[in-house]
C-alpha cells in the first residue's frame, strides 16, 4: 500500500478540516515540492524521497503525521 497516499490524505485532513481553500494550500505545497498529488495512488510505490518531502511538507504547516517502519 502507498504509504505516500496515506499521509497525503492524513496531512489534507489535518491542515484542511474540509476548507477547500486549504486543500488547494496543502496540494499547492506538495506540488511545489515536486509531488504529483493526483498521480499518487494506493497502489503507487513511491521512493523514500517522495515520503520525506510530505513529511517535511507536514512539519511546515506544524502538523505530525504517523509513522511507518
Not at 499521509?7 to 511545489?32: C, H, P, S
Not at 518531502?53 to 517502519?69: H, Q, S
Amino acid at each position: 500500500m502507498g504509504k505516500a497516499k496515506i499521509l497525503i490524505d492524513e496531512l489534507i485532513e489535518k491542515k484542511a478540516k474540509g476548507n477547500a481553500f486549504q486543500i488547494y494550500n496543502v496540494r499547492m505545497k506538495l506540488m511545489l515540492k515536486g509531488i504529483m498529488v493526483d498521480k499518487i495512488t494506493e497502489s503507487s510505490n513511491e521512493p523514500f524521497d517522495v515520503v520525506a518531502k510530505i513529511y517535511e511538507v507536514a512539519k511546515d504547516f506544524n502538523i505530525e503525521l504517523r509513522k511507518f517502519n
